[in-house]
T-cell receptor, first 115, second 115 residues
Framework: DARVTQTPRDKVTEMGQEVTMRCQPI?????VFWYRQTMMQGLELLAY????????DSGMPKDRFSAEMPDATLATLKIQPSEPRDSAVYFC?????????????FGSGTRLTVV | AQKITQTQPGMFVQEKEAVTLDCTYD???????LFWYKQPSSGEMIFLIY??????QNATEGRYSLNFQKARKSANLVISASQLGDSAMYFC????????????FGKGMKLTVNP
């Protein structure tokens, strides 16, 4: 089965450090989403790309977060500097479009803990 | 703006019984897709079923079916013959063309299947 691969699986870092999360979407998928999941806020959409172009990053704190897609096989989410409130599970998902019956496939997530 | 509402915080069902998970949505766009995801305690997000706004028939995938009532803007998930492994969080999501096809999730609901 094709998979969305996220690395690292777990990350513990100190406040103020830079964190980079990576996502390898499924080959051929042209849409990539980044989500953050917390108990309080649920699944928040941070950013998403279509054909590598950023479409919407309005859900992302611009001062410290950045999302890029340098090529079709890699999407990155960077936090600099990290803060304890950034502790969450970050998911990447990829897919085709809203009319695809196969939905969007999620990666296993990166569990980030900022201490 | 897109909106997904899941009002049931939690439900309990006996094994082998059917259960309906509620989801209502709000959009002014005629073109949209509706999705259901399962998140077991292990944390991964598993795509279950998709319904397109122009689909004439309700979607079915094995024990999952989607009760799509367009006029009422509801997209309830029906799980037939519940199994213990169905215990999980369930999320309804929507993507519409007017919202640049971003995928927005409801807050989810917890299903517990009792033996």
């Amino acid at each position: 089965d094709a998979r969305v691969t996220q690395t690292p699986r777990d990350k513990v870092t100190e406040m103020g450090q830079e964190v980079t999360m990576r996502c390898q979407p499924i080959l051929g998928h042209n849409t990539v989403f980044w989500y953050r999941q917390t108990m309080m806020q649920g699944l928040e959409l941070l950013a998403y790309f279509r054909n590598r172009a950023p479409l919407d990053d309005s859900g992302m704190p611009k001062d410290r977060f950045s999302a890029e897609m340098p090529d079709a096989t890699l999407a990155t989410l960077k936090i600099q500097p990290s803060e304890p409130r950034d502790s969450a599970v970050y998911f990447c998902a990829s897919g085709l479009d809203i009319f695809s019956p196969y939905g969007y496939t999620f990666g296993s997530g990166t569990r980030l803990t900022v201490v | 703006a897109q909106k997904i509402t899941q009002t049931q915080p939690g439900m309990f069902v006996q094994e082998k019984e059917a259960v309906t998970l509620d989801c209502t949505y709000d959009t002014s766009d005629p073109s949209y897709g509706l999705f259901w995801y399962k998140q077991p305690s292990s944390g991964e997000m598993i795509f279950l079923i998709y319904q397109g706004s122009y689909d004439q028939q309700n979607a079915t995938e094995g024990r999952y079916s989607l009760n799509f009532q367009k006029a009422r803007k509801s997209a309830n998930l029906v799980i037939s013959a519940s199994q213990l492994g169905d215990s999980a969080m369930y999320f309804c999501a929507m993507s519409d063309q007017g919202g640049s096809e971003k995928l927005v999730f409801g807050k989810g609901m917890k299903l517990t299947v009792n033996p």
